[in-house]
């Protein structure tokens, strides 16, 4: 019965550790509009412009705007993204609640 118990309180230790993240890494959260904006940016300026040389420094400056004003830094969002990209189960997660959000902006 004790081994059951302790079991059960480490399936729900590690269920819970799932969704933390490291300092300096963004929470899914946050995470995900930034990933589905920055998205949204580069699909517009490729669509609009097509060679990626005639629109990087709009889309560069346009993605800076984004990251101030979701109160992050570039270096912050690399190194999240990274995280994210080691972590298979998170990376999964992440891109599940931006398909389902950009999913309910086409509806």
Do not use: W
């Amino acid at each position: 019965m004790i081994f059951l118990r302790f079991l059960i309180c480490l399936i729900l230790l590690s269920a819970c550790q799932q969704d933390a993240v490291p300092e300096g890494i963004l929470p899914r959260a946050q995470m995900t509009p930034l990933v589905e904006e920055i998205t949204l940016l580069e699909t517009h300026y490729q669509s609009k412009f097509g060679v990626p040389g005639r629109y990087k420094a709009a889309l560069d400056l346009s993605v800076q705007r984004v990251f101030k004003k979701a109160g992050c830094t570039k270096r912050t969002f690399e190194k999240s993204l990274k995280y994210y990209a080691a972590h298979p189960a998170l990376q999964k997660e992440l891109n599940e609640q931006l398909l389902t959000a950009l999913s309910r902006k086409i509806r």
